[in-house]
């Protein structure tokens, strides 16, 4: 059970980055620039929504360690 979550977890982040990535190099192509302090904005959201996915799968097995 361990070891599929696992994978779900990593498959939800690379489809997440992925998806962001490509939002941006589309955005890019197109002319629209974004500008680097919004990207940097950008991917620290990024960073917090996989957190919370961390957090979702291994919130309830990391309680009895601290």
């Known amino acids: 059970m361990m070891v599929e979550n696992v994978i779900m977890m990593l498959i939800y982040l690379c489809i997440l980055v992925g998806v962001i990535y ?3 190099y589309v955005l890019g192509q197109i002319g629209i620039a974004i500008p680097p302090p919004i990207m ?3 991917w ?4 917090l929504v996989a957190l919370l996915i961390l957090w979702q799968t291994f919130g309830g097995r990391l ?3 601290g």
Do not use: S
């Open 44 to 47: 620290v959201v990024v960073l």
């Open 63 to 65: 309680r009895g360690i």
């Open 40 to 42: 940097n904005i950008i």
């Open 22 to 24: 490509l939002i941006i």
